[in-house]
């Protein structure tokens, strides 16, 4: 299967900037797989399309404020990192950054003051790096008061509220990106869906940089993922696996929880509880034993995302679906429209 594939034309105009005004007011199409038809409305309708037996699982993820913007000591040359991942050690941490060639073992950042300072350890094989802060005190302090978030890049500029790039009910700090599929939902939309009766589950998979990572093997089967920290409470295994068994359907608000339900499948035991690191590749092909359902954004063309999308929906059905979506100018990645794949 090659990468060409999935690829489709997208005017620059419909990669979405801003959020819409109110979150659940963006536009909603709807795949139904069966009958393979389209139908549009906005999000705060989505309601319709739930049943009460139904589970809705959310990623609580919080995306962490991992942009940095220092300047190499001695020569003042600017600097900006990413940081991907805790290190080794406690006050190590794997990044990217740019302009990243010059950046060689011993070579000190500073980011305003001594306790904000880093040295870079080691060059990775990908062209990452590892770096090592001075401070022995308050790391998350420090990140947190020189860091901003990472938006995507085809984001271009600052956000007036950087609030807006977090999910209504992240918890758990640990991601480079938002879990997209997420931003549509507000506090009283959940509660409209509690009321329904429909129960919601809750993991987190933290998202790293392979969610902006194009495809760039030209067979799909060539393709390597990054692996990512993923948790399941036991509590949600428990209702995920007993509504499994009652035939009721398992609801995926995004593709990380696809990710994770199905890295976390066991035939033998169905959704194992715990925490742990997934590389799963999805693509069309894929067996799915757990989602029966899932809410999602529009993904960029070639992308590990999009193949997983095909991979739930059907490979035609979906790319119609988003050519579709052009032809009525929907609004595409992270501040974008959703679709409903059920």
């Given at each position: 299967?090659e990468?060409?594939?999935?690829?489709?034309?997208l005017?620059q105009?419909?990669?979405?900037?801003?959020?819409?005004?109110?979150?659940d007011?963006?536009?909603?199409?709807?795949l139904?797989?069966?009958?393979e038809?389209?139908?549009e409305?906005?999000?705060s309708?989505?309601?319709r399309?739930l049943?009460?037996?139904?589970?809705?699982?959310?990623?609580?993820?919080?995306?962490?404020?991992?942009?940095?913007?220092?300047?190499?000591?001695?020569?003042?040359?600017?600097?900006?990192?990413?940081?991907?991942?805790p290190?080794?050690?406690?006050?190590?941490?794997?990044?990217?950054?740019?302009?990243?060639?010059r950046?060689?073992?011993?070579?000190?950042?500073?980011?305003?003051?001594?306790?904000?300072?880093?040295?870079?350890?080691?060059k990775?094989?990908d062209?990452?790096?590892?770096?090592?802060?001075?401070?022995?005190?308050?790391?998350?302090?420090?990140?947190?008061e020189?860091?901003?978030l990472p938006?995507p890049?085809?984001?271009?500029?600052?956000?007036?509220k950087?609030?807006?790039?977090?999910?209504?009910?992240?918890?758990?700090?640990?991601?480079?990106?938002?879990?997209?599929?997420?931003?549509?939902?507000?506090p009283?939309?959940?509660?409209?869906?509690?009321?329904?009766?429909i129960?919601?589950?809750?993991?987190?998979?933290?998202?790293?940089?392979?969610t902006f990572?194009?495809?760039?093997?030209?067979?799909?089967?060539?393709?390597?993922?990054?692996s990512?920290?993923?948790?399941?409470p036991?509590?949600?295994?428990?209702?995920?696996?007993?509504?499994?068994?009652?035939g009721?359907?398992?609801?995926?608000?995004?593709?990380?929880?696809?990710?994770t339900?199905?890295?976390?499948?066991?035939?033998?035991?169905?959704?194992?509880?715990g925490?742990?690191?997934?590389?799963?590749?999805?693509?069309?092909g894929?067996?799915?034993?757990?989602?029966?359902?899932?809410?999602?954004?529009?993904?960029?063309p070639?992308?590990s995302?999009?193949?997983?999308?095909?991979?739930?929906?059907?490979?035609?059905?979906?790319?119609?679906?988003?050519?579709y979506?052009?032809?009525?100018?929907?609004?595409?990645?992270?501040?974008?429209?959703?679709m409903?794949?059920?």
């Open positions: 299967m990468v060409s594939e999935f690829d489709f034309e005017p105009k419909l990669i979405a900037q801003k959020p819409v005004s109110h979150r007011q963006s536009r909603l199409l709807i139904d797989r069966e009958k038809n389209l139908g409305t906005v999000f309708e989505i309601t399309f049943d009460s037996s139904d589970v809705l699982v959310l990623n609580e993820t919080k995306v962490r404020p991992a942009r940095l913007h220092g300047k190499k000591h001695g020569t003042g040359g600017k600097v900006e990192i990413l940081l991907l991942r290190g080794a050690s406690e006050l190590e941490w794997e990044i990217l950054a740019k302009p990243g060639r950046l060689q073992p011993g070579t000190v950042l500073d980011f305003g003051s001594r306790e904000k300072a880093a040295e870079i350890m080691a990775k094989p062209g990452g790096r590892v770096i090592k802060f001075s401070s022995r005190e308050d790391l998350d302090g420090v990140i947190k020189v860091g901003e938006l890049p085809y984001i271009k500029k600052p956000l007036e950087p609030e807006n790039y977090q999910t209504v009910y992240a918890k758990k700090e640990g991601s480079v990106a938002a879990p997209t599929a997420g931003l549509h939902f507000t009283e939309l959940l509660d409209r869906i509690k009321q329904m009766g129960e919601m589950a809750r993991v987190v998979l933290h998202i790293g940089y392979d990572r194009p495809v760039e093997v030209e067979r799909v089967t060539d393709h390597e993922m990054h990512e920290y993923f948790e399941v036991p509590e949600t295994a428990k209702l995920v696996n007993e509504a499994k068994a009652d009721r359907r398992i609801v995926a608000v995004g593709t990380t929880v696809v990710r339900l199905e890295a976390a499948y066991s035939h033998k035991e169905g959704i194992r509880p925490s742990r690191e997934t590389d799963l590749f999805i693509y069309p894929f067996k799915f034993n757990v989602v029966n359902a899932l809410i999602t954004n529009f993904h960029l070639r992308s995302l999009l193949m997983l999308t095909c991979a739930f929906g059907g490979k035609e059905n979906v790319l119609h679906a988003y050519r979506a052009v032809k009525r100018e929907f609004r595409f990645f992270s501040f974008g429209d959703a409903f794949i059920r």
